[in-house]
């Protein structure tokens, strides 16, 4: 009797596992086998020596249950929610796994093989079900390796202080652990391989929250033009529009929409129009750094000579422009106090969505590139592409005039004390407001 009744507990225990896995939903019932497939998958238990089709399993057993009936009287053939054994973990009873209806009878405890089988190549863990709660990306966090510092923290090529420097790990930046030695971590990330003190990271259980924390869950809008809606369902009114390829920073995950952060306030996008990723900041090789250094400043140099020649044709063919019966100043210099000053002009003037023009609207980045294009500089119309321009500053406190402010979907060009001058939205058209009215995601130095 133990025996059979052993066999339908495996037998249920691999369905609801397996049905969980492959999101079939599944109930546990005072009949086990209505929880089973009728076509399709086969499932097995596997023990030492050999795997039993569930099939075969389930003729065998209800013939051992009729004659053991026989033997011992009225006995109830159900399973009691009781826990079983499996390996060296305690799994909670069905109620646990799947919802259960009917009361079931006990079985003793007996240990069962760590893992059951579905043919068609899903394999669970029972241990799994049993442990953590995390989810399968939360799961792979563990194994990230965190540096949580000021600045960055070294990698070397040895786990010693002697060692040759070959990167840098920076703040919440993230490697993958590869092998702890003496208190320091191998890690791979980015181009970079080395190690880093392990007091200045987190990596496994401490590592899943803080992943969270430092990790940015982006949406990219795969759509020519993105409908961005109060809330979750096509017939919800919208809230504000998002171009192709732009970046929004996620706030909440739900079947089929996403919680979205948009000049507006806080909308719902379709999963249908987005794809969805995590960005982690990665090492940066010695040689890496030194290009990136070397390329930044060029493009600043070049940036700040297309902005004197342009300013000086500005002076010979006049330093007004009269438009939409307004007139506005020319660009008379090539710093970012200048930039600033011209853009100053445009505020009051409307916001459109695609346009570029400062005088008969435009929206975020159409205001930016077309300021900037004032000075003989080109940028790209496109919140998410301004956030690689120029090069990094490093924080709001080491920002100055003319650099641009990056966050969700939208982008500024920084004023000074804390202030940024912006196309905002159709409501409010092209004002100076706080700069940390939303947090940024990047700031970058044009000029």
Known sequence: ?????????????????????????????????????????????????????????KEESDKEAAEQQEENGDASSGIENEGISVGSVQVGGFSDLASTSDKVSKVPEKKIQDTIVVSEGYTKDLKAAAGS??????????????????????????????????????????GSFIEEEDGWYKISSGSVEGYVKGEYCVTGDEAVDYAKEVGTRIATVTTTTLKVREQPGLEEAVLGLVPIEDELIVTEEMDGWVKVNIEEGDGYVSMDYVTLSTEFVKAESVAEEKARLAREEESRKAAQAAARKKTSENAASGSKTEEGGKTYANPTGSTGADVVQFARQFVGNPYVYGGTSLTNGADCSGFVMSVYKNFGVNLPHSSAADRSVGAAVNGLENAQPGDIICYSGHVGIYAGNGQIVHASTSRTGIIESSATYRSILSIRRIL
């Open 133 to 174: 709660g995390l989810s399968e990306e939360e799961e792979s966090f563990k194994n990230l390796v965190i540096a949580r510092v000021n600045d960055y923290v070294n990698v070397r090529d040895i786990p010693s202080e002697e060692g040759e420097i070959v990167g840098k790990l920076y703040n919440k930046s993230v």
């Open 1 to 57: 009797m133990n025996k059979n009744r052993l066999k339908w507990t495996a037998c249920a225990l691999a369905a609801i596992v397996g049905f969980t896995g492959t999101g079939i939903e599944a109930e546990a019932t005072g009949n086990v086998g209505s929880v089973l497939p009728s076509a399709g998958i086969e499932f097995s238990l596997q023990d030492e020596e050999k795997s039993t089709a569930l099939s075969a399993l």
